[in-house]
Nanobody, 125 residues
Framework: QVQLVESGGGLVQAGGSLRLSCAASGRAFSSYSLGWFRQAPGKERDIVAAIRWEGTNTYYADSVKGRFTISRDNAKNTVYLQMNSLNAEDTAVYYC??????????????????WGQGTQVTVSS
């Protein structure tokens, strides 16, 4: 099992940047694929970005391509989400998640059994 704790959320003006971190505890962090999801009020939880366990394959939702970057540091058991050029539509609770799926980069909610508690990101326009 793995436990996940997000940090780095907050209030930012449109056009600004934030970096989310997700620290993991537990065994074999490097064997997990990791994802960032977000959920706005009244909406479903959607994938934002994911990074496969080996670290070279990534996925980005169309809405964040070119603005967000996912990365991982296995030595620190941490996954990051660098968010640039933020806009009001990025306002949501952001969750990190871990998956044991190894065949491809997992992008579905149901592929992730382990979740953090979430961190709020609010972008003011």
């Amino acid at each position: 099992q793995v436990q996940l704790v997000e940090s780095g959320g907050g209030l930012v003006q449109a056009g600004g940047s934030l970096r989310l971190s997700c620290a993991a505890s537990g065994r074999a962090f490097s064997s997990y694929s990791l994802g960032w999801f977000r959920q706005a009020p009244g909406k479903e939880r959607d994938i934002v970005a994911a990074i496969r366990w080996e670290g070279t394959n990534t996925y980005y939702a169309d809405s964040v391509k070119g603005r967000f970057t996912i990365s991982r540091d296995n030595a620190k058991n941490t996954v990051y989400l660098q968010m640039n050029s933020l806009n009001a539509e990025d306002t949501a609770v952001y969750y990190c998640a871990a998956s044991t799926w190894r065949a491809s980069t997992p992008i579905l909610v149901r592929a992730y059994p382990y979740w953090g508690q979430g961190t709020q990101v609010t972008v003011s326009s």
